[in-house]
């Protein structure tokens, strides 16, 4: 289990299934759109592009002897990714929106099965995890205890995913998808059949209330980009990029590892930033 206690997995949109099962019309232009904004921050690309403007000059110089501003490299970049994403992001919150009152509904009445005992939820002692972790004892670490209903506040936050029950912090709140699949009838008006696994993608993701930052659940997670060319243009700026392209590779590897808890390899950095990568290292 990673070191944040969220499933190193993502869903980064609802699928078809998820439409048909609650009666949700099905937008063709969503798809497509929800593809392309997914992990790109488009609610943050104005606030970067201020940034960016706002910053001092940092020159770099082409192979050819002509220089660029990175930053005004960077801040044009932004414009022209938000030029073509805020249209479609426009599209990805109107349907994804329709989600929302399923989502919220189903988990209050999922409140109602666990006072009443018909479901369970369990978590991670967070304090005991640190301490496992440590001493290098993770299949300690990663046991869950039972959370007792009694503890759970009427206006608790489960997006939140952590609760404070007396001195002890707990975190990676979970209950049985098998036994919410049980109660569906219950928890969702009029459901159509669907798989455990569509059922169960839709009730653990609040897709449909998703801070940028935030981990989504179902499929494999994905490096954010836009962190990496920034550090890149930091250590640019500050005169401490390494002097060579593949130094440099390693240094943002170890970075996203370090700062952003992912692992890229070589070949994804190279590949996903191989444009600024090439311009810093062009003379070489």
């Not at 997006?159 to 219950?186: M, P, S």
């Not at 798989?195 to 449909?208: A, D, K, R």
Request: proline content about 5%; hydrophobic content about 40%.
């Amino acid at each position: 289990m990673p070191d944040d206690l969220e499933p190193s997995f993502v869903i980064p949109w609802f699928e078809r299934p998820e439409f048909e099962s609650l009666g949700i019309p099905v937008d063709e232009e969503y798809f497509g759109a929800a593809e392309k904004c997914f992990m790109q921050d488009v609610r943050e690309l104005p606030a970067k592009i201020s940034e960016y403007e706002a910053k001092e000059s940092v020159m770099v110089e082409r192979d050819d002897g002509t220089s660029f501003n990175l930053w005004e490299e960077e801040a044009e970049r932004c414009r022209k990714l938000f030029a073509e994403l805020e249209p479609l992001q426009a599209i990805v919150d109107s349907t994804e929106a329709q989600f929302r009152i399923h989502f919220e509904v189903a988990w209050a009445k999922l409140f109602q099965l666990l006072a009443n005992g018909e479901i369970e939820c369990t978590a991670i002692d967070f304090d005991r995890w640190d301490n496992c972790v440590e001493r290098e004892e993770f299949e300690e670490a990663a046991q869950f205890e039972l959370i007792m209903a009694s503890s759970i506040p009427l206006n608790f936050d489960w997006k939140q995913n952590k609760i404070k029950i007396g001195a002890r912090n707990f975190a990676a709140l979970r209950v049985r998808t098998d036994h919410v699949l049980k109660h569906r009838e219950f928890l969702l008006p009029k459901p159509k059949p669907v798989t455990l696994g569509q059922f169960g993608s839709f009730f653990v993701s609040s897709n449909t209330d998703r801070p940028a930052a935030r981990r989504k659940r179902g499929r494999p997670h994905e490096v954010n980009w836009g962190d990496l060319r920034e550090h890149l243009a930091n250590l640019v700026e500050g005169g401490l990029a390494p002097n060579t392209k593949e130094s440099c590779i390693y240094e943002l590897i170890a970075y996203a590892e370090k700062e952003l808890g992912k692992s890229p390899s070589r070949s994804s950095v190279q590949r996903n930033l191989n444009k600024e990568l090439n311009l810093v290292y062009a003379q070489n």
